[in-house]
């Protein structure tokens, strides 16, 4: 390939001169100018927005964006309702809801997926000591032991540690209080929402997710290179600092 069929890059002879500067950095006013010249068509960064919002569950920003945007939404949204309602309950932590709603609605689907079944009992028995129910979270813990913990040693493990808690007045402060934290709700939310995903044959990680990822790969790929660059160092935000002074931090997600 000659030099004239070559790709614009950020960095390197093809973006600037090397007579006056070295051939394997950029600045970042050079970086933005880049990125600036390089649009993304405004149809598929609507389809990219699309697809997150209807991955991540918010339904009604999808129907309106939708519209806005004059895009036709791949989905029916009666078809996200059950689903919203689930992930709704899960972050709230109303365990019994969601597992109601499950089986109405996908009745096969915990049964097809066990270790999504043991996460939502795992969560059920700690939401159960979160509230103090003391005698309820027993005859949970031992229904669903008898059950399944002869089967899985490391469920019997995880009930042991959720138990330990009720040996505590304040269970939150305890050794196992991690188990309290409210991200473990989010891990069963993320689980679930991946499983009814796929359940309705849609890629279980959202376009926008894979390009974060892409870029966080290259950016890790032109440092094992040794090449110094403007790097993204919030994605939140944009942000794009000057690699010079900090090299190695890792970007803020």
Not at 157 to 184: H, I, Q, V, W
Not at 198 to 222: F, M, N, P, V, Y
């Given at each position: 390939?000659?030099?004239?069929?070559?790709?614009?890059?950020?960095?390197?002879?093809?973006?600037?001169?090397?007579?006056?500067?070295?051939?394997?950095?950029?600045?970042?006013?050079?970086?933005?100018?880049?990125?600036?010249?390089?649009?993304?068509?405004?149809?598929?960064?609507?389809?990219?927005?699309?697809?997150?919002?209807?991955?991540?569950?918010?339904?009604?920003?999808?129907?309106?964006?939708?519209?806005?945007?004059?895009?036709?939404?791949?989905?029916?949204?009666?078809?996200?309702?059950?689903?919203?309602?689930?992930?709704?309950?899960?972050?709230?932590?109303?365990?019994?809801?969601?597992?109601?709603?499950?089986?109405?609605?996908?009745?096969?689907?915990?049964?097809?997926?066990?270790?999504?079944?043991?996460?939502?009992?795992?969560?059920?028995?700690?939401?159960?000591?979160?509230?103090?129910?003391?005698?309820?979270?027993?005859?949970?813990?031992?229904?669903?032991?008898?059950?399944?913990?002869?089967?899985?040693?490391?469920?019997?493990?995880?009930?042991?540690?959720?138990?330990?808690?009720?040996?505590?007045?304040?269970?939150?402060?305890?050794?196992?209080?991690?188990?309290?934290?409210?991200?473990?709700?989010?891990?069963?939310?993320?689980?679930?929402?991946?499983?009814?995903?796929?359940?309705?044959?849609?890629?279980?990680?959202?376009?926008?997710?894979?390009?974060?990822?892409l870029l966080l790969w290259s950016q890790e790929d032109l440092k094992k290179k040794g090449l110094k660059f403007p790097k993204l160092t919030d994605?939140?935000?944009?942000?794009?600092?000057?690699?010079?002074?900090?090299?190695?931090?890792?970007?803020?997600?």
């Amino acid at each position: 390939m000659n030099a004239g069929n070559s790709p614009s890059l950020p960095f390197g002879s093809d973006s600037y001169s090397t007579s006056s500067r070295d051939s394997s950095r950029c600045s970042v006013d050079e970086c933005k100018e880049f990125i600036d010249n390089d649009h993304v068509p405004r149809a598929q960064m609507s389809q990219i927005i699309l697809d997150y919002l209807i991955n991540a569950g918010h339904k009604d920003a999808a129907v309106n964006f939708s519209r806005e945007a004059a895009i036709a939404l791949p989905v029916q949204p009666s078809s996200m309702d059950d689903r919203v309602k689930v992930l709704e309950a899960a972050h709230e932590g109303r365990i019994a809801d969601c597992m109601k709603i499950l089986q109405e609605s996908s009745p096969d689907l915990l049964e097809q997926n066990m270790d999504v079944y043991l996460a939502i009992m795992k969560q059920m028995l700690l939401e159960l000591i979160r509230e103090r129910k003391i005698s309820d979270a027993l005859q949970f813990a031992q229904d669903v032991l008898a059950e399944k913990g002869a089967e899985d040693p490391a469920l019997l493990e995880d009930f042991e540690r959720a138990m330990a808690l009720l040996a505590f007045d304040k269970p939150e402060d305890s050794p196992y209080g991690d188990l309290l934290e409210l991200t473990r709700r989010e891990e069963v939310k993320a689980q679930l929402n991946e499983t009814l995903l796929r359940a309705h044959g849609r890629d279980t990680e959202s376009k926008l997710a894979t390009i974060c990822k892409l870029l966080l790969w290259s950016q890790e790929d032109l440092k094992k290179k040794g090449l110094k660059f403007p790097k993204l160092t919030d994605i939140a935000t944009g942000i794009i600092s000057d690699d010079s002074s900090d090299f190695g931090s890792d970007v803020l997600m």
